[in-house]
T-cell receptor, first 114, second 113 residues
């Protein structure tokens, strides 16, 4: 079975600073990887996803993530954050073959401060 | 209008009561999901449905049941609510492949006293 670990439950950062949100996964087979964002009092929406090909994936709102198979990681980065990026971010994984479940991490709360 | 709607948005109920949460979508997607979100636990899958006749249990289905009344409607029921079912519940839809994006509703905040 697959699993996702988001080690940082909260990440405080000042506006215009860079940020990295960490995600590691565990699976014995190939996976698809996703980052979702949840703004306050809203449902989740997709930021970006890695299916195959280039390991650097660009998403909405200036975010990008890099798939690293050897380190089983899919860290999310943004070079300069804005107050509006304050939200909870979820990493998720699904298997490429067999099974259809999307497994979520426990989430990282990004708080952008002035 | 929102593509995925959930009703009610907030609900307070008492232990032992039956409650139904409803989800409707206008995206025309075949796949629908119910998740619950608890602080520090992320989202966990309760039930999912790939079409009207295909319903599957997720990782935490005990105490819940579902009904797929039509392609556009997927309801979650708590037959006899208990306090540890207090959570934020999300419905999501997906077109037809595991690589497709899941689209989430705004959530229902359920409190069981």
């Amino acid at each position: 079975a697959q699993s996702v670990t988001q080690l940082d439950s909260q990440v405080p950062v000042f506006e215009e600073a860079p940020v990295e949100l960490r995600c590691n996964y565990s699976s014995s087979v190939s996976v698809y990887l996703f980052w979702y964002v949840q703004y306050p009092n809203q449902g989740l929406q997709l930021l970006l996803k890695y299916l195959s090909g280039s390991t650097l994936v660009k998403g909405i709102n200036g975010f990008e993530a890099e798939f690293n198979k050897s380190q089983t990681s899919f860290h999310l980065r943004k070079p300069s954050v804005h107050i509006s990026d304050t939200a909870e971010y979820f990493c998720a994984v699904s298997l490429t073959g067999g099974g259809n479940k999307l497994t979520f991490g426990t989430g990282t709360q990004l708080k952008v401060e002035l | 209008d929102a593509d995925v709607t959930q009703t009610p948005r907030n609900r307070i109920t008492k232990t032992g009561k039956r409650i139904m949460l409803e989800c409707s979508q206008t995206k025309g997607h075949d796949r629908m999901y119910w998740y619950r979100q608890d602080p520090g636990l992320g989202l966990r899958l309760i039930y999912y449905s790939f079409d009207v006749k295909d319903i599957n249990k997720g990782e935490i289905s005990d105490g819940y049941s579902v009904s797929r009344q039509a392609q556009a409607k997927f309801s979650l029921s708590l037959e006899s609510a208990i306090p540890n079912q207090t959570a934020l519940y999300f419905c999501a839809t997906q077109r037809g492949a595991r690589t497709d994006t899941q689209y989430f509703g705004p959530g229902t905040r359920l409190t069981v006293l």
